[in-house]
């Protein structure tokens, strides 16, 4: 769908949307033609990429261990 004059992509398949978490360095978040604004909202792990994504990711990873999810 378009927002405004950006092209915007909805994954509801689980399969596709794990092929595009697994290969982030094929598929690059838009964020940087976008208000400043989304920066400021949406920033952390979800709006980075590159090295700063995988030390949050470093850091973030040990919570989600299947020990810890069943809890």
Same mark, same amino acid.
């Given at each position: 769908?378009?927002?405004? #004059?950006?092209?915007?992509?909805? $994954?509801?398949?689980?399969?596709?949307?794990?092929?595009?978490? $697994? #290969?982030?360095?094929?598929?690059?978040?838009? @964020? +940087?033609? /976008?208000?400043?604004?989304? +920066?400021? /909202?949406?920033?952390?792990?979800g709006? $980075?990429?590159?090295?700063?994504?995988?030390?949050? #990711?470093?850091?973030?990873?040990?919570? @989600?261990? /299947?020990?810890? /999810?069943?809890?």
């Amino acid at each position: 769908m378009w927002i405004g #004059r950006f092209p915007k992509i909805t $994954v509801t398949d689980p399969t596709l949307a794990k092929d595009a978490l $697994v #290969r982030h360095a094929t598929f690059h978040k838009s @964020f +940087h033609d /976008l208000d400043p604004l989304i +920066h400021i /909202l949406f920033g952390g792990m979800g709006a $980075v990429e590159g090295e700063e994504w995988a030390k949050y #990711r470093k850091i973030t990873n040990p919570a @989600f261990t /299947l020990e810890k /999810l069943k809890v």
